[in-house]
């Protein structure tokens, strides 16, 4: 086991995980981090528990959308295989660029 610190909101918070995990980690931590903040700048009258449950419900949501967007192609795929494979890559396209700018 390793540990390794991670900052949310600018709070220190240490935590155990695999080796080899703790880059992964960070990566994680920064993406709450940014929703934290982004939250922080729109709603300025919350509490930092507040904050967290917050950006834990939209990440949740933003993976139930991904779930559902995974089934979908799944389904389409078992049915027409060429046409699925295309609209894969795009709804995936899609999947990642908002992953990346959430």
Not at 24 to 35: G, I, R, S, T
Not at 55 to 72: F, G, N, R
Not at 81 to 98: F, R
Request: aromatic share 4%; hydrophobic share 40%; with cysteine.
């Amino acid at each position: 086991m390793s540990s390794v610190t991670v900052k949310v909101n600018g709070r220190p918070y240490p935590i155990i995980c695999g080796d080899g995990e703790e880059d992964h980690l960070k990566y994680l931590a920064e993406f709450v981090d940014k929703k934290v903040k982004d939250l922080g700048n729109v709603a300025s009258n919350t509490t930092e528990a507040q904050l967290l449950l917050m950006a834990s419900l939209l990440i949740a949501d933003d993976l139930s959308q991904a779930y559902e967007t995974v089934d979908k192609l799944k389904d389409e795929s078992e049915n027409n295989p060429p046409a699925a494979i295309e609209n894969w890559a795009e709804k995936l396209e899609a999947i990642a660029e908002k992953l990346e700018s959430a």
